[in-house]
């Protein structure tokens, strides 16, 4: 930012969209987000007391105050640990705990579909749930959406929450000077789902991180600083923090924040927009280009933009999707790349390079320069181009992007990522400790891999990724619940959406009653965005004589897929009456499920 101010203090940094569209879009310049970033940092410096190396929780949605809050905390060196808006507040106390937050910061309310929520509720359910795993946050400052007005029902708790906008004032015209971090020392956390029930809060450095998403937005993403950029993602997970905020605003880009649902008030207003601020480069995951396409496939015929690059990222897309963007959407203008990277890694790992090499649709592509990219079967044999055989994807190399470690667990991160290939654990050599990405891949013979998906736990619903371990933690909460199995299941929309298995405590009867209550439990502790697609009740789950629980074969089921080998379970008839609740009395054709269902639960 500070950067920019000699040739760009008046060009447009953010263009915020509000989701009414009776609110006129608001613009940032350089200058201005200098102003207010400043300002803020002197108060969190002088109001709360913070410095560098502190943690603060921001549980904000998508309004400029919130790439003001990051930066005013990477500007004392104040590590920034955003949780996404949806999250519950629940989710968001245990990240605050975990990252031993003092302060919380989040907004009275927000546009969601048309209703403005109350959001500022959710801080006393974080604080509360922060405090019964031994973190007490001492201060929660509250942004108001709307000037003079408050969004939320919820009552202020006196010295604690304090309204931004009533403190700030103190601060008008401040500046303070950036604190100089080494560039080793954290920038920032950001959880993700991982094979536990406890989210992992991934710690990315300042100067890698950063140097790597700029490369990554000017070679991959074709950035320059007479761009309008739009990335439709939230600034809640990785994808937000690396190409709203710190990728495009290092390269004087000017990035759109958009508040609201992509279809509301109708499936034109992605375009409206993209017309309005002459968007040039669009960035979405394959979930919002089905929703698209499925609610409105002509809608982008009516208006007059233009892209020159789109970027889709998050999960695999079909290549009849890819080819409604590329023609539909990108108006046969754009070039496409596709993006395969995760939360842990900072920025891209494999894509093609735009205008340099041919497009695959379905295909993410190679390495991207300085990512060498390799797949390993099982026994840790290297899976050569064009055998056609899927393995666990790898990458050889460290990189400036990849996170320094796991907040707090250095053992977890080392096994986690490290230690499946690595050959000798005392080796100092990184050539001996490749990343395990925990995705299969397939590398054909022009170098490209095609991503298939997970290979643990995770399920990708939407593009999000979400811990079946997590649900099925917030599901035994629920006293009536003995054992819980939670499956990934494929949705035409979403990729994959959860299915919830449970068997209940002896002597307990099901009911809608119990079903309703598992719903709101996982809706209270995750969010809404872990709300399963069924949740059914099954008298016993298929179990191995060791009488391990066999999600395997529930996400078979689930699916419609052939269960395979079912002769060695503890219970083998258990599935056929598991079949029966799930599919019906008739047997179902069984189809060739997708290679990420083929694979769920095999490292059980
Ligand atoms: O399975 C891969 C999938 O998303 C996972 C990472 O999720 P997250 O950490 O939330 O980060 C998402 C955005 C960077 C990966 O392990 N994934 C990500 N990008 C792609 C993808 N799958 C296929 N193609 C992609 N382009």
Redesign the pocket.
């Known amino acids: 930012m500070d950067r920019h101010l000699d040739k760009y203090k008046n060009k447009a940094a953010i263009i915020f969209v509000p989701e009414p569209e009776s609110e006129a879009p608001v613009s940032l310049t350089y200058r201005e987000l200098y102003v207010q970033v400043n300002e803020f940092a002197a108060l969190l410096r002088d109001f709360c007391g913070l410095k560098a190396g502190d943690r603060v929780t921001v549980h904000m949605p998508m309004v400029p105050e919130l790439p003001v809050t990051m930066l005013a905390c990477a500007r004392l060196g104040v590590i920034h640990s955003v949780v996404f808006g949806g999250f519950s507040g629940e989710a968001c106390g245990m990240r605050a705990a975990d990252s031993g937050s003092q302060v919380l910061i989040t907004m009275d309310g927000y546009y969601r579909n048309g209703k403005l929520l109350d959001h500022k509720a959710g801080a006393d359910i974080a604080l509360n749930i922060a405090k019964k795993e031994g973190t007490t946050v001492e201060k929660v400052l509250v942004w108001r959406r709307h000037p003079g007005q408050n969004a939320s029902a919820t009552p202020f708790v006196e010295g604690r929450d304090f309204w931004v906008d009533e403190i700030l004032p103190r601060y008008s015209g401040e500046i303070v000077a950036p604190v100089p971090m080494d560039s080793e020392a954290p920038l920032f956390l950001m959880y ?1 789902s991982g094979s536990t029930g406890k989210p992992k809060g991934c710690q990315h450095r300042t100067g890698g991180y950063l140097a790597y998403v700029t490369g990554c937005s000017k070679y991959i993403q074709d950035i320059h600083p007479e761009d309008v950029y739009w990335c439709m993602a939230d600034i809640g ?3 937000g923090h690396s190409f709203i905020v710190y990728g495009p605003l290092a390269l004087a880009a000017t990035s759109v924040i958009y508040e609201g649902v992509p279809t509301y008030p109708d499936a034109g207003r992605v375009w409206r927009i993209a017309e309005r601020l002459d968007v040039n480069i669009f960035h979405t995951s394959p979930t919002a280009i089905r929703m698209l396409r499925k609610s409105g496939h002509d809608e982008p015929t009516k208006y007059k933009y233009h892209f020159k690059h789109m970027t ?6 079909e290549p009849e999707v890819w080819r409604w963007y590329y023609e539909t959407v990108g108006k046969g203008e754009a070039v496409i790349v ?8 900072g920025g891209f790992l ?1 894509s093609t390079k735009p205008a340099l090499d041919p497009m695959k649709p379905g295909s ?1 592509g190679p390495g991207v320069p300085g990512i060498y990219p390799m797949i390993y079967d099982e026994m840790g044999e290297e899976v050569h181009a064009g055998s056609g055989k899927a393995g666990n994807i790898c990458i050889r190399n460290p990189w400036p992007g990849i996170m320094q470690t796991i907040w707090g667990d250095r053992e977890r991160f080392v096994a986690q990522y490290y230690a499946k290939y690595c050959k000798d654990t005392n080796s100092k050599r990184w050539q001996d400790w490749p990343y395990f ?3 299969g891949a397939v590398l054909a013979v022009d170098g490209y891999f095609r ?1 298939l ?2 290979v643990d736990d ?1 399920i ?1 619903v939407a ?3 979400l811990g079946t371990k997590e649900i099925e933690s917030a599901c035994l909460t629920v006293p009536e619940v003995a054992e819980a199995a939670v499956v990934p299941v494929v949705d035409e929309i979403k990729g994959r959406v959860p299915e919830v298995y449970i068997v209940l405590q002896p002597d307990v009867q099901a009911s809608q009653e119990i079903v309703d209550k598992v719903n709101h439990v996982i809706e209270t502790m995750i969010g809404k965005i872990a709300r399963p697609r069924r949740i059914l009740v099954v008298p016993d789950m298929p179990k191995t004589r060791s009488g391990k629980l066999m999600r395997r074969i529930l996400a078979a089921l689930s699916n419609n897929m052939a269960t395979g080998d079912i002769t060695t379970l503890a219970n083998p008839d258990v599935v056929e009456s598991v079949r029966v609740l799930v599919q019906g009395k008739e047997a179902v054709v069984l189809q060739e499920g997708p290679e990420d269902l083929k694979t769920f639960g095999a490292n059980e």
Request: with cysteine; net charge negative.
């Open positions: 993700t997970w990785i994808t889709t990222v998050g999960e695999p897309i596709d993006t395969w990277w995760q939360t842990e890694n494999c993410a990405a925990a995705d991503i998906g997970r995770v990708n593009g999000h990724r």
